[in-house]
């Protein structure tokens, strides 16, 4: 999935936060030509990000999954492009901080594998995801193992929907036989 969307921090705040945050321990692995590279890592799991600071831009790509997050002027604001799984969305522990200027929900979403090119917004894809998947789970008994209610992105959900699609309760989803 390829979305953007504006934050409301400023690129100053955020290669601060990157250079200086508690939630992570900083090091710097090259200064070169305009360039800042940056290893962050969790202090508590094995676990880090790179990060690629450059006057304009922050390139954030995550370890193991190695999704990006894009932040950059577009004029005076700043956006976010985030390239990744839909569930890795904001969801990551090292992320500098990147609040949704409007809700996150309203934002297109510009390429996925559910939809190709075609562009449907952020709640579109969300509901069409969560019927995939709960689609896969009733009709496959693998999923059941491979899938678990916490794939669904929590951030998107908890902080950012007003109205939306409501997880089913976990005593409403159909149980396989043998479970």
Known sequence: MRIQFEIRETLPEIIDEVLHSDKWLTLVKEEKH?????????PYFDSEASIDIWEEEVHVTTAWSNYTYRIYLRGKTVWCEYIGAYRGLLEQNLLPSLTPKENILNSEVLNSSLFGDKKETLRNYSAENLKLKNFRRDNFEGENILASPQDHPKVVYDEYINEGVPLPPPE??????GN
Not at 34 to 42: C, S
Not at 172 to 177: D, L, Y
């Open 172 to 177: 409403n989803i159909k149980k396989k036989p």
């Open 34 to 42: 305009g360039l800042k590279r940056v290893i962050i890592k969790d």
